[in-house]
């Protein structure tokens, strides 16, 4: 996975507030659970345990992710789609126009118009100008074109978030 500098730190934010603030709220939640008895029919026990693991599956999920990812630069020229580029493509087949945010893998949200830059598209995109006509590759059978209509540099924004998993 290609990770920003940017999405590292946020990623040890992550990781460091889980293990500091969530762990704590989450162990209290099951002692306190666990002390009112029946453990077999506690719902309240069962659900502090739930999201307790949860907890530390996300952890070593981040962890997971720092040791294996490869730092990429953010960086790219004004006229070229890179890395938290907001652009516009036109889609040929459907008459289409749609805008677009290029983000790192741990932040796509197809949802909300942000595509990783690993993605199909996103790596297609990736270093062509304003007027570029771009074949977006599918798979091995389906592919379409696309035509970059404009490229704004937005940066990393707030809601920019880690995607969870």
């Known amino acids: 996975m290609e990770l920003t500098k940017s999405d590292v730190e946020k990623i040890k934010e992550e990781i460091e507030h889980r293990k500091l603030v969530v762990r704590k ?6 002692k306190e659970a666990r002390a009112h008895g029946d453990l077999s029919e506690n719902f309240e026990y069962h659900a502090a345990k739930k999201d307790k693991n949860k907890n530390e599956s996300r952890i070593r999920y981040l962890e997971k992710i720092l040791k294996t990812a490869t730092i990429i630069s953010d960086k790219s020229k004004s006229d070229e789609v890179g890395l938290n580029n907001t652009v516009q493509i036109y889609f040929e087949e459907e008459d289409e126009t749609e805008t677009f945010k290029i983000v790192s893998t741990m932040r796509g949200d197809s949802v909300k ?15 062509h100008k304003v007027g570029d006509r ?6 091995d059978s389906y592919s379409y074109y696309v035509v ?18």
């Open 25 to 30: 709220e989450a162990l209290e939640a099951v």
């Open 113 to 127: 118009g942000r595509i990783s830059n690993e993605s199909p598209m996103g790596a297609a995109l990736m270093g």
């Open 148 to 165: 970059i209509k404009s490229i704004e540099n937005t940066g990393e924004e707030e809601t920019d978030s880690l995607r969870s998993y």
């Open 134 to 139: 771009v074949e977006i590759q599918v798979n």
